[in-house]
């Protein structure tokens, strides 16, 4: 994926959840267009693999492993301790790491409900609050979030993911309300069907990858490459009156009815 049009030399960005999928794209996007990109996720030893394609990818890239979990408060808080230590300030946070798990409602109890909730927006919540103090005091910033076009249609057998991804959505304009005047944005990207290990169960199911292909208007089912370019443009100075708002990356799906 080229990204020729943008250049982040001396910008500092964290992408949680980064070890794989559309996290490792938007990460290794960054990296290529000059930034110093902290590389988060679980586990440590899933962290160091990202960090060695990167840098078997990206000549001279500048990428930190950050391994910690987003759902962790006393993790989170000292991972930005360290962002600050290693890079001054952080400019740009695209808060990424998401889980899903698939169970319908009959079956479903509280405890499963609120931790798919825990894992898909309040981390959101803690990423935001953290990241967003500093950029405030410091009057500037980029805050993205990985949202997700189910945040506006429901599906059978993901209550609280849906759930979590709606109310994603609108945390993201309360931050814009909040952080606005500072001069930090907020964004979301609500990614359509795209072929990572989250999807990789309903792919073997050759009826969905066809209904998906034939419901999408590019006819085909989106790679995480797909979603840097966005990463990108939203970061970049030159979408410093864009707040508040998610950007639909589906390949046209959410914008047809059939
Ligand atoms: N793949 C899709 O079709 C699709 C569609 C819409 C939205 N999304 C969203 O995009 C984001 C990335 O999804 P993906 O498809 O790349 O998934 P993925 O499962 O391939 O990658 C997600 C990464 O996040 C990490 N992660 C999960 N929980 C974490 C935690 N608590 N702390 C730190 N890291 C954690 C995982 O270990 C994994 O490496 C998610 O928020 C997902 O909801 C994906």
């Keep these: 994926m080229s990204t020729d049009n943008y250049n ?13 999928g559309i996290g490792f794209a938007i990460a290794e996007g960054f990296a290529r267009a000059g930034a110093t990109v902290f590389v988060n996720d679980r586990l440590a030893d899933s962290v160091s693999s990202a960090i060695d394609r990167i840098l078997a990818s990206v000549e001279n890239a500048n ?52 931790r798919i909730v825990d894992e898909n927006l309040v981390s959101h919540f803690g990423i935001a609050k953290h990241a967003g103090a ?4 410091r009057g500037g910033g980029r805050l993205i979030f990985i949202a ?9 057998g993901l209550a609280p993911y849906c759930s979590a991804k709606a109310g994603l959505v609108n945390l993201i304009r309360v931050l814009s309300a909040e952080f606005g005047e500072s001069g930090v944005t907020v964004n979301g990207i609500g990614p359509g069907f795209i072929e990572t290990e989250l999807t990789a169960d309903i792919r073997k199911d050759q009826e969905v990858v066809d ?14 490459e797909d979603l840097v370019g966005p990463a990108l443009f939203l970061a970049s100075d030159t979408s410093s009156f864009i ?16």
């Design 8 to 20: 982040y030399t001396g910008k500092s960005v964290l992408v949680t959840g980064s070890a794989r």
């Design 63 to 114: 990428v930190y492993p950050l391994p910690f979990d987003v759902t962790e408060e006393s993790a989170v808080v000292a991972a930005f301790k360290e962002i600050e230590d290693k890079a001054g300030q952080l400019d740009i946070c695209i808060s990424n790491a998401g889980t899903q798990h698939r169970e319908t409602v009959d079956t479903l109890d509280r405890e499963t409900f609120s």
């Design 134 to 137: 500093e950029m405030v005091k």
């Design 148 to 156: 997700s076009m189910l945040a506006l249609h429901g599906r059978s």
């Design 211 to 224: 209904k998906v292909n034939g419901r999408t208007p590019v006819a085909r089912w989106g790679r995480p």
């Design 243 to 258: 707040t508040g708002q998610t950007l639909y990356v589906d390949g046209g799906l959410t914008s047809v009815y059939i």
